[in-house]
């Protein structure tokens, strides 16, 4: 039985990706970095995800015996496999807690057993993921009864674990067995729902909701109705005991129509229910005074490391060596959240001007919509000082991180985004637009004072961004003290993972009622 006391926790993370195993963005760091950062704190965690094609068995140990997994239609059997969630070396879990962080994975042959996560270039999104992700969902709790381990917490993240909240409260909490034939096993069972970002909805025909194996009473109650079809997060939404997001202006932000996603409403309705807990930085991970990508290592005391960063990043680009000439870095993936429609846009959109205007180089990393990464090989055929590469790239992404001056980041809305603070953290001053975690983590530049972190502005335009990097480059060019001043004072904020991890024991302190 889960128990509801005490000051350690239980807490089991359900999820669609994890670092270093499946990643397509932020939420695999944000997963893997708390759950280490929770178990620094004392409390046990376990993370179970699928194991996708992608993951090698091989470094797995797998699990004796199947795991019988009820869905509609009859049992689907599956096998589980685990290993334990590496951590720096100096990071282990400590402060009381011997236990690593365990990760279980779900084998799935017809369910995982393809190439890609939730969809490939063939099949953006996969027409059986909302079957996909039931079955996961389920397999959590079949989990837990086999190993024998009822948590206090389930903390389930984004759309595709958003029904591990749904069975619980529809089910599992009030019924069930486990394998001595005891009933209620989550009775005491607490459950956190995280959005990471509230434009990934799962949202698909309600004839998929057969999959489930629940009834149709509970599609209303649960609220999956979505102008008939089948809202998945908006279920968990009102399914989970607490919501979260991860930083506190994207909470306020997803409260207003403009920036709900037509799920302001669910989200009013449960407002006493949903906070903002900001992301943190894994400074075992990104780190420049141990980074191992960077050519040398780097700190508040010593910034030479940054100038070779500088250097290796120009000649790994193929841009002139120059010292003085600011250098702009972007990592993102390609979709209109990250603004790349008003960047890249139609008639090349604001960074064709930028760089053909100012006196700067400017470097581009990431991959997504085709339509921008060819508009994106066709600047850097055309500009001598835009240059890009088109794929993804952990070390290369640690140098830009490095070496870059500024780093660009004019997102339509940003949930929290992590690539500002690694930019912080590494003395790259932020070029953001003043929305979700990037306002919650960038201050902006004054002139009259010289106080600031990076440079923002409000509107997102061509126009405003063209403004934005110009006032940038300008001050790096006629404002040179208040420039370094910036990279320190940047470079000395604290995003620890620790300082959100108490926060989320608070939350699900308040979810079990303690
Ligand atoms: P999001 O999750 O919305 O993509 P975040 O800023 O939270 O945005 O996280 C993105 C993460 O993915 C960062 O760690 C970033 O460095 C990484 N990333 C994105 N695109 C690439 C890429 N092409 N190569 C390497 N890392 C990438
Ligand atoms: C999402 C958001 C991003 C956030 C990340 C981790 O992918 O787009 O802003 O940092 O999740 O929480």
Same mark, same amino acid.
């Given at each position: 039985?889960?128990?509801?006391?005490?000051?350690?926790?239980?807490?089991?993370?359900?999820?669609?990706?994890?670092?270093?195993?499946? !990643?397509?963005?932020?939420?695999?760091?944000?997963?893997?970095?708390?759950?280490?950062?929770?178990?620094?704190?004392?409390?046990?965690? !376990?993370?179970?995800?699928?194991?996708?094609?992608?993951?090698?068995?091989?470094?797995?140990?797998?699990?004796?015996?199947?795991?019988?997994?009820?869905?509609?239609?009859?049992?689907?059997?599956?096998?589980?496999?685990?290993?334990?969630?590496?951590?720096?070396?100096?990071?282990?879990?400590?402060?009381?807690?011997? !236990?690593?962080?365990?990760?279980?994975?779900?084998?799935?042959?017809?369910?995982?057993?393809?190439?890609?996560?939730?969809?490939?270039?063939?099949?953006?999104?996969?027409?059986?993921?909302?079957?996909?992700?039931?079955?996961?969902?389920?397999?959590?709790?079949?989990?837990?009864?086999?190993?024998?381990?009822?948590?206090?917490?389930?903390?389930?993240?984004?759309?595709?674990?958003?029904?591990?909240?749904?069975?619980?409260?529809?089910?599992?909490?009030?019924?069930?067995?486990?394998?001595?034939?005891?009933?209620?096993?989550?009775?005491?069972?607490?459950?956190?729902?995280?959005?990471?970002?509230?434009?990934?909805?799962?949202?698909?025909?309600?004839?998929?909701?057969?999959?489930?194996?629940?009834?149709?009473?509970?599609?209303?109650?649960?609220?999956?109705?979505?102008?008939?079809?089948?809202?998945?997060?908006?279920?968990?939404?009102?399914?989970?005991?607490?919501?979260?997001?991860?930083?506190?202006?994207?909470?306020?932000?997803?409260?207003?129509?403009?920036?709900?996603?037509?799920?302001?409403?669910?989200?009013?309705?449960?407002?006493?229910?949903?906070?903002?807990?900001?992301?943190?930085?894994?400074?075992?991970?990104?780190?420049?005074?141990?980074?191992?990508?960077?050519?040398?290592?780097?700190?508040? !005391?010593?910034?030479?490391?940054?100038?070779?960063?500088?250097?290796?990043?120009?000649?790994?680009?193929?841009?002139?060596?120059?010292?003085?000439?600011?250098?702009?870095?972007?990592?993102?993936?390609?979709?209109?959240?990250?603004?790349?429609?008003?960047?890249?846009?139609?008639?090349?959109?604001?960074?064709?001007?930028?760089?053909?205007?100012?006196?700067?180089?400017?470097?581009?990393?990431?991959?997504?919509?085709?339509?921008?990464?060819?508009?994106?090989?066709?600047?850097?055929?055309?500009?001598?000082?835009?240059?890009?590469?088109?794929?993804?790239?952990?070390?290369?992404?640690?140098?830009?991180?490095?070496?870059?001056?500024?780093?660009?980041?004019?997102?339509?809305?940003?949930?929290?985004?992590?690539?500002?603070?690694?930019?912080?953290?590494?003395?790259?001053?932020?070029?953001?637009?003043?929305?979700?975690?990037?306002?919650?983590?960038?201050?902006?530049?004054?002139?009259?004072?010289?106080?600031?972190?990076?440079?923002?502005?409000?509107?997102?335009?061509?126009?405003?961004?063209?403004?934005?990097?110009?006032?940038?480059?300008?001050?790096?060019?006629?404002?040179?003290?208040?420039?370094?001043?910036?990279?320190?004072?940047?470079?000395?904020?604290?995003?620890?993972?620790?300082?959100?991890?108490?926060?989320?024991?608070?939350?699900?302190?308040?979810?079990?009622?303690?």
């Amino acid at each position: 039985m889960a128990k509801t006391g005490g000051t350690k926790l239980k807490i089991l993370m359900c999820t669609s990706e994890a670092v270093p195993f499946a !990643k397509t963005g932020g939420l695999a760091d944000a997963v893997s970095s708390l759950s280490l950062a929770l178990a620094r704190l004392g409390h046990e965690v !376990k993370i179970v995800m699928p194991r996708y094609y992608g993951i090698n068995r091989d470094k797995l140990k797998r699990m004796e015996g199947a795991l019988g997994v009820p869905m509609a239609g009859g049992e689907e059997w599956c096998s589980a496999y685990t290993t334990d969630l590496p951590s720096g070396p100096s990071v282990g879990p400590s402060n009381g807690s011997k !236990k690593p962080v365990k990760v279980y994975f779900i084998e799935h042959e017809g369910f995982f057993g393809r190439d890609g996560i939730y969809g490939s270039p063939f099949e953006p999104d996969f027409l059986d993921n909302p079957r996909r992700f039931a079955f996961f969902c389920r397999s959590c709790f079949q989990l837990c009864r086999k190993i024998g381990w009822y948590p206090d917490i389930l903390h389930a993240h984004d759309w595709p674990a958003a029904l591990a909240p749904v069975f619980l409260r529809h089910g599992e909490k009030y019924g069930g067995y486990n394998e001595s034939g005891e009933t209620g096993s989550f009775a005491t069972t607490a459950s956190i729902l995280t959005i990471h970002n509230l434009g990934y909805q799962g949202i698909y025909s309600k004839d998929a909701f057969f999959y489930t194996g629940l009834g149709w009473d509970v599609f209303y109650q649960a609220g999956f109705d979505d102008w008939n079809m089948m809202n998945l997060l908006k279920a968990g939404i009102n399914s989970a005991d607490k919501i979260n997001t991860v930083s506190p202006s994207y909470a306020r932000e997803t409260l207003s129509q403009e920036g709900g996603f037509r799920l302001d409403g669910p989200l009013r309705y449960r407002s006493e229910d949903y906070t903002g807990i900001l992301n943190g930085v894994d400074i075992e991970v990104w780190n420049p005074a141990t980074d191992r990508y960077l050519p040398a290592p780097y700190s508040i !005391k010593d910034l030479s490391g940054k100038v070779k960063a500088k250097k290796a990043l120009q000649r790994r680009y193929g841009l002139p060596e120059a010292s003085k000439v600011p250098l702009i870095g972007m990592i993102c993936r390609l979709t209109e959240q990250k603004g790349v429609g008003e960047l890249f846009g139609p008639s090349y959109g604001s960074a064709f001007s930028i760089c053909l205007d100012m006196n700067l180089q400017f470097v581009f990393l990431g991959a997504g919509e085709a339509w921008a990464e060819h508009e994106i090989g066709s600047l850097s055929s055309r500009l001598s000082n835009f240059k890009a590469q088109i794929g993804y790239n952990e070390e290369l992404s640690h140098l830009i991180e490095g070496g870059a001056d500024f780093f660009l980041m004019p997102s339509r809305y940003e949930p929290c985004g992590l690539n500002q603070m690694y930019s912080l953290a590494y003395g790259t001053i932020p070029i953001v637009r003043n929305t979700g975690g990037l306002a919650d983590t960038v201050q902006n530049y004054n002139q009259k004072t010289g106080e600031g972190t990076g440079f923002m502005f409000d509107y997102l335009s061509p126009n405003s961004i063209y403004d934005t990097v110009g006032w940038a480059v300008w001050a790096w060019y006629n404002r040179r003290k208040d420039i370094e001043a910036m990279r320190l004072r940047g470079m000395e904020q604290d995003f620890s993972w620790k300082k959100s991890a108490l926060q989320y024991t608070e939350l699900y302190r308040k979810a079990m009622g303690t």
